[in-house]
Each structure stands twice: as C-alpha cells, then as structure tokens.
C-alpha cells in the first residue's frame, strides 16, 4: 500500500504519538501548558482582582462616608434635644 501523498507531492506522515500518555492520562504528571493562553487567562485574573480591589475600596470609602453622616445627624439630634432641655427650664424658671 502505498503512503498517503500531500498535493504538493510530498510525503505526509502522521506525527508519532505517545500511546502510554493518551491511554492513561492519569499517569501523566507533566503538564503541557499553551503560552498563549495562560497569558490571556492571568491577564483576566489579574483584571478582576483590580475590579475586585476598586470594589472593596469603594464599599470601604462608602462605608465610611456613612458612618461620617450618622454621626452628624446623632450630634444634630443630640444639640437639638439639649437646646430644648435648656429652653424649657428657662421658660419654667421664669414663670
């Protein structure tokens, strides 16, 4: 039988492969790895950990900005009930 030829004339043969490996992939404790896409997919990592750590500072500064504001309306309440306190004493004291 003769080899399968190419349509430039050249012979094609299939590249030899390790049957051991494809046959039990278990066994096989080196990892092939594509540059390319290990490049893409920690590029992709990397972007959301910077999302991920924006986030968390913006919750953070929210937060913050929340705590501010709470305690500016307990102060504001508190001048306020100490304000009528005093009034109503000196409206009493009067009388």
């Known amino acids: 039988m003769p080899s399968p030829k190419g349509s430039n004339g050249s012979d094609h043969a299939f590249p030899a492969a390790d049957a051991e490996k494809k046959l039990n992939p ?10 390319v896409s290990a490049e893409v997919a920690a590029s992709v990592e990397i972007k959301e950990r910077a ?9 953070e500064n929210k937060e913050a900005l929340q ?6 309306i307990v102060s504001g309440i508190v001048v306020a009930v100490a ?4 009034a109503i004493t000196k409206k009493l004291r009067e009388k």
Not at 83 to 86: E, Y
Request: charged fraction near 40%; hydrophobic fraction near 30%; avoid cysteine.
């Open 67 to 72: 705590s501010l504001k709470r305690a500016i």
């Open 83 to 86: 304000g009528a306190v005093f």
């Open 51 to 59: 999302k991920a750590t924006k986030k968390q500072e913006e919750k």
């Open 26 to 35: 278990g066994t096989n404790r080196g990892v092939e790895v594509d540059p």
